[in-house]
């Protein structure tokens, strides 16, 4: 047994600076052991008492009968390492220290976790400044959470990590009071030692839990996170992030568009994608969304049959998974004409999607035959069942009925229950149908539900790849000419270009390009050409003479720099314009592809993929990301457009990734913006470029 096993299944507990007084933080531990039948050995110490109930209450550490699994510290701060170097000394095997005053605190503070590491050596440590941890499936509560005060918890197959303390007791209160079975709760707070990864490891392991929670404020170690997060994927247990700090700006002033447009939270957004997390978009979704996936049932397509005894609600209902892309066929003829013969009279309108009995009253066998008839409907893929307000009499006979109907079918069946009446949800989901109190917790956890059955093993490209030679690349910000050189290097193709010093060279680089030509300032510091008439476009080499010199001042009179350099490009055009660029922050490197073009930042249709701890993207990916973008059409055929050349886009993508991957910290950022998309056949031309190079 390891030593979070050992912290999660202790046989003996040591509470250290224990009070005799329940009501008290540090009487807590001791009192909700004993309330929630912990089986094992129980050490209080705290030298001031010699008993707290039936317990004997020992001075220190040293005196203890034996070496304790696990000891809480109740300490505070400045005395804490002091009870972590003794519990060390024993041999405990983990050690939970509630006190607050640590990193959170400033640099003091931090010297204090310093001495918790140090102290602790070998012994794993859960916090500082945690509540501790609960583990439902075996009755062992190491915590001071008040929310313990609760008699009773419903038992089931979710487990939750958490980076807050009051957020653990927020769950475990809300899960027992909506009939929501946890598994284990833990919350690593400061994670000086232990953090989220170690613990998704260990509850991948963990037979009890089917579904895992997550209460995120930052991930410490992104290649622990995500080998965590790919073993419970493997392992066919889904993880369910609720991630705070969304309106974080995130993205520093940069010199590129990408640095805007990646943003802290589109980081996580796309870890989270990679290694099959299921992000909450709100704090209800943190439960809603694992009671439904604890159910096992996964939504392999986006019908859903909506059977309702309140028509008001089962329109909102159906609008609302309507808005999330989900639809509600009526039924096929079939299982229309099965719907009717299950009634006597005319007062249920049983062929048409909501499927309504509102004036059929609550008829347990009406109720049972629509719901077989729905799951056996090769129409439906779900099924939503209303709950109206005339389940309030009878909310055992309403559960009963549709619990008789779980077996024969695997589909998915949550329920909506429409007046306030919690007590009604929670029997709905005790009995296997989750019951949600807001038509939006049913779209989610249907969508949850959908995207688990999608999601993919990640691939990552293990093809070998030549190193490309960089050792002659200056430092700092490359003018354009010198950005698309290193992209070129690397096989992504770039627009044929000569660089000029005046109006005479201009027009013998426009003869040679031939065709229509762009013309442009060329600098290192400036970057967004655009925005001081830095760009010129459709020239001839009749034309370029004159625009260069009308350039040039209007380039002074805005940037007050006299351009002395300037590019002449071939004229790219037929194509589509999208965004190509990376970006760096603690979560790893990303790849960005977008909508591309001066308007990149106006309409903000980019997706991302960081890339894997030793590689770049696979072609798969690389696919993916140009499908998932909203102008994806534009490069498929969109209203007789020519099919645009996708698999260059692809094989450019993959060749920016490896260029990325390659250079690595060296590479502080770099763009392709745009790089056009040419009709099948024709390949991608790289337009513009930024690199800055540490």
């Given at each position: 047994?390891?030593?979070?096993?050992?912290?999660?299944?202790?046989?003996?507990?040591?509470?250290?600076?224990?009070?005799?007084?329940?009501?008290?933080?540090?009487?807590?531990?001791?009192?909700?052991?004993?309330?929630?039948g912990?089986a094992?050995?129980?050490?209080?110490?705290?030298?001031?008492?010699?008993?707290?109930?039936?317990?004997?209450?020992?001075?220190?550490?040293?005196?203890?009968?034996?070496?304790?699994?696990?000891?809480?510290?109740?300490?505070?701060?400045?005395?804490?390492?002091?009870?972590?170097?003794?519990?060390?000394?024993?041999?405990?095997a983990?050690?939970?220290?509630?006190?607050?005053?640590?990193t959170?605190?400033?640099?003091?503070?931090?010297?204090?976790?310093?001495?918790?590491?140090?102290?602790?050596?070998?012994?794993?440590?859960?916090?500082?400044?945690?509540?501790?941890?609960?583990?439902?499936?075996?009755?062992?509560?190491?915590?001071?959470?008040?929310?313990?005060?609760?008699?009773?918890?419903?038992v089931?197959?979710?487990?939750?990590?958490?980076?807050?303390?009051?957020?653990?007791?927020?769950?475990?209160?809300?899960?027992?009071?909506?009939?929501?079975?946890?598994?284990?709760l833990?919350?690593?707070?400061?994670?000086?030692?232990?953090?989220?990864?170690?613990?998704?490891?260990?509850?991948?392991?963990?037979?009890?839990?089917?579904?895992?929670?997550?209460?995120?404020?930052t991930?410490?170690?992104?290649?622990?996170?995500?080998?965590?997060?790919?073993?419970?994927?493997?392992?066919?247990?889904?993880?369910?992030?609720?991630?705070?700090?969304?309106?974080?700006?995130?993205?520093?002033?940069?010199?590129?568009?990408?640095?805007?447009?990646?943003?802290?939270?589109?980081?996580?957004?796309?870890?989270?994608?990679?290694?099959?997390?299921?992000?909450?978009?709100?704090?209800?979704?943190?439960?809603?969304?694992?009671?439904?996936?604890?159910?096992?049932r996964?939504?392999?397509?986006?019908?859903?049959?909506?059977?309702?005894?309140?028509?008001?609600?089962?329109?909102?209902?159906?609008?609302?998974?309507?808005?999330?892309?989900?639809?509600?066929?009526?039924?096929?003829?079939?299982?229309?004409?099965?719907?009717?013969?299950?009634?006597?009279?005319?007062?249920?309108?049983?062929?048409?999607?909501?499927?309504?009995?509102?004036?059929?009253?609550?008829?347990?066998?009406?109720?049972?035959?629509?719901?077989?008839?729905?799951?056996?409907?090769?129409?439906?893929?779900?099924?939503?069942?209303?709950?109206?307000?005339?389940?309030?009499?009878?909310?055992?006979?309403?559960?009963?009925?549709?619990?008789?109907?779980?077996?024969?079918?695997?589909?998915?069946?949550?329920?909506?229950?429409?007046?306030?009446?919690?007590?009604?949800g929670?029997?709905?989901?005790?009995?296997?149908?989750?019951?949600?109190?807001?038509?939006?917790?049913?779209?989610?956890?249907?969508?949850?539900?959908?995207?688990?059955?999608?999601?993919?093993?990640?691939?990552?490209?293990?093809?070998?790849?030549?190193?490309?030679?960089?050792?002659?690349?200056?430092?700092?910000?490359?003018?354009?000419?010198?950005?698309?050189?290193?992209?070129?290097?690397?096989?992504?193709?770039?627009?044929?270009?000569?660089?000029?010093?005046?109006?005479?060279?201009?027009e013998?680089?426009?003869?040679?390009?031939?065709?229509?030509?762009?013309?442009?300032?060329?600098?290192?510091?400036?970057?967004?050409?655009?925005?001081v008439?830095?760009?010129?476009?459709?020239?001839?080499?009749?034309?370029?003479?004159?625009?260069?010199?009308?350039?040039?001042s209007?380039?002074?009179?805005?940037?007050?720099?006299?351009?002395?350099?300037?590019?002449v490009?071939?004229?790219?055009?037929?194509?589509?314009?999208?965004?190509?660029?990376?970006?760096?922050?603690?979560?790893?490197?990303?790849?960005?592809?977008?909508?591309?073009?001066?308007?990149?930042?106006?309409?903000?249709?980019?997706?991302?993929?960081?890339?894997?701890?030793?590689?770049?993207?696979?072609?798969?990916?690389?696919?993916?990301?140009?499908?998932?973008?909203?102008?994806?059409?534009?490069?498929?055929?969109?209203?007789?457009?020519?099919?645009?050349?996708?698999?260059?886009?692809?094989?450019?993508i993959?060749?920016?990734?490896?260029?990325?991957?390659?250079?690595?910290?060296?590479?502080?950022?770099?763009?392709?913006?745009?790089?056009?998309?040419?009709?099948?056949?024709?390949?991608?031309?790289?337009?513009?470029?930024?690199?800055v190079?540490?």
């Open positions: 047994m390891n030593a979070i096993s050992r912290l999660l299944q202790p046989r003996s507990v040591a509470i250290i600076g224990a009070s005799a007084d329940a009501a008290k933080t540090a009487g807590r531990p001791v009192s909700y052991l004993l309330k929630h912990f094992g050995e129980i050490y209080p110490v705290n030298p001031k008492v010699d008993r707290i109930g039936d317990l004997v209450c020992y001075p220190d550490i040293a005196s203890l009968p034996a070496v304790p699994d696990v000891g809480i510290v109740l300490l505070g701060a400045e005395r804490a390492h002091l009870a972590v170097r003794d519990l060390a000394a024993r041999g405990t983990a050690v939970i220290v509630l006190a607050s005053g640590y959170e605190t400033g640099e003091e503070g931090a010297r204090r976790q310093q001495q918790l590491i140090e102290a602790a050596g070998d012994m794993r440590i859960l916090g500082p400044n945690t509540i501790g941890l609960v583990n439902l499936t075996d009755s062992i509560v190491l915590s001071a959470t008040g929310a313990l005060e609760m008699a009773h918890f419903p089931g197959g979710i487990g939750v990590v958490s980076q807050s303390g009051g957020i653990l007791g927020a769950l475990l209160s809300r899960a027992a009071a909506r009939g929501v079975g946890l598994s284990k833990i919350s690593t707070s400061n994670e000086v030692d232990l953090e989220l990864a170690d613990f998704i490891d260990h509850l991948a392991d963990d037979e009890a839990t089917k579904v895992i929670a997550l209460y995120v404020e991930v410490r170690d992104p290649a622990k996170f995500r080998s965590a997060c790919l073993k419970a994927a493997r392992a066919g247990k889904p993880v369910v992030a609720f991630k705070i700090g969304r309106s974080e700006a995130g993205a520093k002033a940069a010199v590129s568009h990408t640095g805007a447009l990646a943003g802290a939270d589109r980081m996580y957004d796309a870890l989270f994608k990679q290694v099959g997390v299921i992000r909450a978009h709100t704090f209800s979704d943190l439960l809603d969304i694992p009671a439904a996936l604890a159910t096992g996964k939504l392999h397509g986006k019908r859903v049959a909506i059977l309702t005894s309140t028509g008001g609600a089962g329109t909102l209902v159906s609008d609302d998974l309507g808005m999330a892309g989900f639809d509600t066929p009526a039924p096929d003829a079939a299982t229309a004409e099965a719907l009717r013969a299950l009634q006597t009279g005319d007062h249920a309108v049983l062929d048409r999607n909501p499927i309504d009995v509102t004036l059929a009253g609550l008829q347990p066998d009406l109720l049972r035959g629509a719901i077989n008839v729905l799951l056996k409907s090769p129409s439906y893929d779900a099924l939503t069942i209303i709950v109206g307000s005339s389940s309030l009499a009878m909310p055992e006979l309403l559960a009963s009925a549709i619990g008789d109907c779980l077996p024969h079918s695997d589909k998915p069946v949550i329920a909506y229950v429409s007046p306030h009446a919690p007590e009604v929670a029997l709905l989901t005790q009995r296997g149908v989750p019951a949600f109190a807001a038509a939006e917790s049913c779209t989610a956890a249907l969508h949850a539900m959908f995207q688990v059955a999608q999601l993919q093993p990640q691939v990552e490209c293990s093809e070998p790849a030549a190193l490309v030679a960089v050792q002659d690349l200056p430092t700092g910000a490359l003018d354009e000419y010198q950005a698309k050189q290193l992209f070129t290097r690397f096989g992504v193709p770039c627009a044929g270009e000569r660089i000029v010093a005046s109006p005479a060279e201009a013998a680089a426009a003869r040679e390009l031939g065709g229509r030509v762009v013309l442009k300032i060329l600098s290192a510091e400036i970057t967004h050409k655009s925005d008439g830095g760009v010129a476009v459709n020239l001839t080499a009749e034309t370029i003479g004159a625009r260069l010199g009308a350039m040039a209007e380039v002074e009179t805005k940037a007050g720099v006299l351009p002395k350099r300037f590019l490009q071939e004229m790219v055009g037929g194509g589509t314009e999208l965004i190509l660029g990376m970006h760096r922050d603690a979560l790893g490197t990303a790849i960005l592809l977008g909508m591309g073009g001066v308007t990149a930042e106006l309409f903000k249709d980019t997706t991302m993929r960081l890339l894997p701890p030793n590689g770049w993207l696979s072609r798969a990916d690389a696919l993916a990301m140009a499908q998932e973008l909203k102008t994806w059409p534009l490069l498929d055929g969109f209203r007789g457009r020519p099919l645009a050349d996708v698999d260059a886009l692809v094989t450019a993959v060749a920016f990734s490896q260029m990325a991957a390659q250079l690595g910290e060296r590479l502080v950022e770099a763009e392709i913006n745009p790089v056009f998309v040419l009709p099948q056949g024709q390949g991608v031309r790289a337009a513009d470029g930024v690199v190079l540490a």
